[in-house]
């Protein structure tokens, strides 16, 4: 079992930065695959970054391609998503979610993720 706690969402203006953090419980943190979803009212939960276990490989939405880093300290069992030149299309609650297994592969569908957090609110305005 994994709980995750995402925090470090606010309000920015756009242009600016912002980084947020999933901290996780439990002592399997570095054998999981891990990645940052978002949802905007209205709109489905998509994809935005992922990690592998090792932290090696990842991906990232055409979205945010250039703007998002997503990265991880398995020490501090903590994976985080630093957003720079953000847009108000960036404004959505962003969620952290966890798979068991060492992929490399880009994984995009949320039911194929095990774990989810609360989700943290990231506004952007213009």
């Known amino acids: 079992q994994v709980q995750l706690v995402e925090s470090g969402g606010g309000l920015v203006q756009a242009g600016g930065s912002l980084r947020v953090s999933c901290a996780a419980s439990g002592r399997t943190f570095s054998s999981h695959h891990m990645a940052w979803f978002r949802q905007a009212p209205g709109k489905e939960r998509e994809f935005v970054a992922s990690i592998s276990s090792s932290g090696g490989h990842t991906a990232y939405a055409d979205s945010v391609k250039g703007r998002f880093t997503i990265s991880r300290d398995n020490a501090k069992n903590t994976v985080y998503l630093q957003m720079n030149s953000l847009k108000p299309e960036d404004t959505a609650v962003y969620y952290c979610?966890?798979?068991?297994?060492?992929?490399?592969?880009?994984?995009?569908?949320?039911?194929?993720?095990?774990?989810w957090g609360q989700g943290t609110q990231v506004t952007v305005s213009s």
């Open positions: 979610a966890a798979r068991l297994g060492g992929t490399i592969a880009t994984i995009v569908n949320p039911h194929e993720y095990d774990y």
